[in-house]
C-alpha cells in the first residue's frame, strides 16, 4: 500500500509564498510522474505542475512564472514552491504520484491540503 502525506498548506495573504511538500511511502519502487492539482470550490480538479522521472516538467498556464516543482527520487518526494500567491490560487491542493510496485501501476492521491490567499 501507498500513502501520501502532503504538508505546508496555510493562509497567506496576496503577493507571499508558500511551500507545499509531500512524501512517498509504502511499496511504489519506479516513480514516473509527480505533480501537484488543485480544486477550487466550486470547480473541478485541475492539473498546477508536473514533473516527470527524466526531470521534465510542465505547468498550468496561470502559475507559469510563480510555482516552481521539484522532486528527490531518492527520498520520494515532491515539492512545490508558490512565489506571487494571488487570491485566485485558494483551492486544496492534491499531491499525485503515478508509478509501479512490480507490474501494478499506481496512481495515488494525496489527501489534500488547503491553501487560502485573501487579504
Known amino acids: 500500500q501507498v500513502q501520501l502525506v502532503e504538508s505546508g498548506g496555510g493562509s497567506v495573504q496576496p503577493g507571499e509564498s508558500l511551500r507545499l511538500s509531500c512524501a512517498a511511502s509504502g511499496s511504489i519502487f519506479l516513480i514516473n510522474a509527480m505533480g501537484w492539482y488543485r480544486q477550487a470550490p466550486g470547480k473541478e480538479r485541475e492539473l498546477v505542475a508536473v514533473?516527470?522521472?527524466?526531470?521534465?516538467?510542465n505547468y498550468a498556464d496561470s502559475v507559469k512564472g510563480r510555482f516552481t516543482i521539484s522532486r528527490d527520487n531518492g527520498k520520494k518526494t515532491v515539492a512545490l514552491q508558490m512565489n506571487s500567491l494571488k487570491p485566485d490560487d485558494t483551492a486544496v491542493y492534491y499531491c499525485n504520484v503515478r508509478g509501479y510496485s512490480g507490474y501494478r501501476y499506481l496512481d495515488v492521491w494525496g489527501q489534500g491540503t488547503l491553501v487560502t490567499v485573501s487579504s
Open positions: 514533473i516527470n522521472s527524466d526531470g521534465s516538467t
